[in-house]
Structures are given as C-alpha cells and as structure tokens.
C-alpha cells in the first residue's frame, strides 16, 4: 500500500495545493523549540507550515497515528486521528486555523477570503482528493470533527515545552 505521504512527494499538483492554501510542507518538520508529550509517547515531526507551526504523529504507528499540530506561539492542537483526516481538513477548510466558532458561517467567510485568491479552489481540491484517494466530507463535518478530536481526546494530548517544563495552550477549547 502507497502511503499517504509518498503520494504527495510523488505527485506534484497535490504537493503544490497542499503547500497552498492547505499551507502544509512536508519538508518543514523541524519545531522551533524542544517539545515533548506530557504523557511521555513518542512524537514525531513530519510537516509545517510557514508560520514554524509544526504537525506531530503522536505515538507509535504509521500514518493512522493522532496528529497534534503546534504552532510556533506555544499554542497546540490534536487536530486529526490519522493522515488522512488531516488532508481531509486540509483541502475542505484549510482555512481552519482562523475558526474560532466552528460554524458554517463563520467557515463561508473565511472561505471567501480564499476564493477571491483561489476562484478554481473547488476544482483543484477535487482533483488533488482523487490524486490521493481521499473522500471529502462538508466543511461542517470537517470543523465539527476538529473541534471534537481537539476538545475530546485532544485533552490527553498536553504539549510540553521540555526546557522549561511549561505545557502549550490549547489552541481550541470548548
């Protein structure tokens, strides 16, 4: 089976859209400072975004692996249970970042911002999901299953700032 992951570094226009808007690079898994779960499992970079915000599998596994995701303010987030999820957010609303209700309103016009850049989002969001045999659920599912991954199981997932010990904030709360 063909990961998840070969398949972007195979193939161009996913890697592309996934870069932008999804604003996730493969090849930016550095965090800019020492983290570590406060649970003690294992936590491994294997993307980021401009901003030196970082996505984390957490524990051991492959691709199905929970995906935390840190930004570089000390702000953290379990965001998917698995790669897939997570691509799936990534091309439905990759605007998530900026949601702070998880409505479809809020989502439209966040949307909108990206439309007036992007006319062809739809198209090539599409194209890049078939590139990747990944079924696309609504924006509403895919907020609503952030927000419950985050505020559900995301709550066993505390970020440490190892040199001091301190635990990042929870980048979505109840």
């Known amino acids: 089976m063909h990961s998840l992951i070969a398949s972007i570094v195979d193939n161009d226009v996913a890697a ?88 479809a309103e809020e989502s439209r016009e966040l949307a909108a911002e990206y439309l007036e850049d992007l006319p062809d989002l739809a198209v090539k969001r599409d194209r890049v999901a078939a590139t990747l045999g990944l079924d696309l659920p609504t924006e509403a599912e895919v907020l609503a299953r952030l927000h419950s991954v985050a505020t559900g199981a995301g709550k066993d997932f505390d970020l440490i700032f190892t040199p001091e010990g301190t635990r990042y904030d929870r980048l979505i709360e109840d």
């Open 16 to 103: 592309e859209f996934l870069a932008w808007p999804g604003d996730f690079e493969l090849d930016r898994k550095e965090h800019v400072e020492e983290v570590h779960l406060a649970s003690g499992a294992a936590l491994e970079g294997f993307a980021g975004d401009g901003s030196g915000g970082t996505y984390f599998f957490c524990g051991d596994g492959g691709e199905e692996r929970p995906v935390l995701y840190a930004d570089s303010e000390g702000g953290a987030a379990l965001v998917a249970i698995g790669l897939a999820q997570l691509l799936q957010l990534l091309l439905v609303a990759p605007w998530w970042r900026d949601c702070q209700e998880f409505t």
